[in-house]
DNA sequence: TATTGTTATACTCTATAACTATA
DNA sequence: TATAGTTATAGAGTATAACAATA
């Protein structure tokens, strides 16, 4: 099994998971990114701008362009946080909540059939791997590693 | 380890494999998507677009608008299906072999990274859970299956 | 009738670079 | 000096819909 097998089908995998998902938001008009800081944004505690791009996988100019349109719908809101001037503090509006909690409801199947064929185990040891791929890809190995 | 987390884990794994192959590719001018392209077509046999399609996991307009592109800077034709006159069938120009060649050289690195963290029966079984999930995934099982 | 590919069009995500303001 | 976010801009990938040619 190479390297590329592997890429391709990480990348067939997310691009049928990212089609099926669009297709269920698209009843909200909002796209699977969009559902996927909405979801971040719903775990409690606000973040910032740079925060949620971290966890999302998404560069601070992404995820402008995303709040900008989510704020837009009303969806999210931005405030200045007090200790970091520099900073903007994102959290969920009401109506944000509550097309969340829509949302994810009507996804519920999406996320059944995507476990559907995996043992539980299976799916820890899926999220483990791929959890141990994305760290060896982390851009700060790049550079010839030598440390003492 | 619940079907979110699966989902986010996809995500992110697939983004930071994305982004790297765009930075290496990028030295040729072309995108990550675009390398998928040519490693598809460098694989011996010449397909349809529909086929090249299916195997990439993007639909047909978005592989005419990617051949465009890859047509333009003199990477791939593609010739009249005598069979079937309605369908074209794609190949890569002796160009096209040729960067192809060279950036799967450059791209060396980074498969091998990609697989560095794991052992090979884990890169197996990684694999193979992701093409059961895409199998999962295909539009499909969407409707109420009934079958007689 | 169904399928392959094209045309026309639009939108989101993505990224770079230069900028402001805060730290 | 470095960081958070903005502005301006551009390009790629994506998708829908209507269409032509062919099967």
Do not use: C
């Not at 910032?48 to 809101?77: C, H, K, P, W």
């Not at 509006?93 to 559907?116: H, I, N, P």
């Amino acid at each position: 099994m190479t390297a590329h097998e592997l890429a391709m089908s990480l990348r067939l995998a997310y691009l049928a998971l990212h089609r099926r998902t669009d297709a269920v938001m698209a009843q909200a008009g909002i796209t699977a990114d969009q559902f996927v800081v909405l979801a971040a944004l719903s775990e409690g505690m606000t973040l910032t701008q740079s925060e949620l791009g971290e966890r999302i996988g998404s560069d601070r100019n992404t995820v402008r362009a995303m709040l900008v349109l989510l704020e837009r719908r009303g969806f999210v809101e931005r405030t200045p946080q007090p200790l970091d001037r520099r900073a903007r503090r994102v959290a969920l509006t009401k109506e944000g909540r509550s097309t969340f909690r829509t949302l994810w409801r009507k996804s519920d199947t999406l996320r059944q059939e995507l476990v559907t064929s995996l043992a539980p185990e299976q799916t820890a040891t899926l999220v483990q791997l791929l959890r141990s791929l994305t760290a060896s890809l982390s851009p700060a190995d790049t550079p010839a590693t030598s440390s003492p």
